[in-house]
């Protein structure tokens, strides 16, 4: 498919993807998503491809997430090529792909963009990125280190010189050997795909609310949600 939000180059073994909307805060709409999947089909097909780096253009964001925007403009994540919001399915490429995977974190990692990051097998961060979900506390690169959920930060000049060591790396390594780490990484968790699925059915009943409809509005206006006339629901 030709490719409108996303860019998709090779160097030497390595597979950059790059969600390519720095106006959006590189948000993903349906067809952002769509392009993702095929970006990590071909890279998976592609012989000559060793290792596959996902980044964010620009240097303020990674990926800030569902384009919520989007959301308020049209009441949807706008239309993609099968009909279907295809997120669980790039949630299940990035896993399933025999290759090492690396997020190149350049700047905001916000709520699905948070997920893809963790997601990936390795997470490079810049020193100014910072994770979490919208509307709750988030934490900085230092933190995120600390507590495991990134692998290395780098300053926000040397992330792509790193991600290139790094992915060199393991390019001299058995992809046979890399694909079995991998697998049996994610081994451990493909429990938990009925779980995933089961939170994603609830939010989409939620996200059909008015409570929800609200937050997305207030987004979109920067403004604070105003939740009050929702805390009489008592029902659960």
């Known amino acids: 498919m030709a490719l409108e939000d996303v860019r998709y180059e090779v160097e030497q073994g ?5 969600i390519d909307r720095p106006e959006r805060l590189n948000a993903f709409r349906a067809r952002t998503v769509d392009e993702l999947v095929a970006c ?42 099968s009909g279907l919001f295809e997120v669980i ?19 905001l990692a916000i709520g699905g ?3 893809l990051h963790v997601l990936c097998d390795l997470t490079i961060a810049a020193d ?8 709750c506390r988030q934490y900085d690169a230092a933190t995120a280190e600390r507590w495991g959920l ?5 300053p926000v000049a040397e992330l792509r010189d790193t991600v290139r060591g790094w992915a060199d790396e393991m390019l001299a390594m058995s992809p046979t050997a890399l694909r079995f780490l991998k697998q049996s990484f994610n ?4 429990h938990l795909m009925g779980t995933g699925q089961v939170a994603f059915s609830g939010l989409h009943v939620f996200g059909g609310s008015e409570e ?4 997305v509005t207030a987004f979109a206006e920067k403004r604070q949600p105003s939740f009050d006339r929702y805390r009489g629901d008592v029902s659960v």
Do not use: M
């Open 14 to 18: 390595l597979a950059w993807i790059t």
């Open 40 to 81: 990590f089909k071909r890279a998976w097909a592609d012989g000559s491809v060793g290792v596959v780096c996902l980044t964010g253009a620009g240097d303020r964001a990674f990926c800030a997430g569902g384009d919520q925007k989007q959301r308020a403009e049209t009441g949807d994540y706008g239309p993609s090529e």
């Open 187 to 190: 081994a451990d968790s493909e």
């Open 89 to 107: 399915g790039l949630h299940r490429v990035i896993r399933d792909i025999p290759k090492p995977v690396i997020a190149a974190v350049n700047g």
């Open 128 to 135: 100014h990125a910072r994770f979490g979900q919208n509307g």
């Open 113 to 115: 963009g948070h997920v």
């Open 150 to 154: 990134v692998n290395a930060v780098v």
């Open 212 to 215: 929800a409809r609200e937050g």
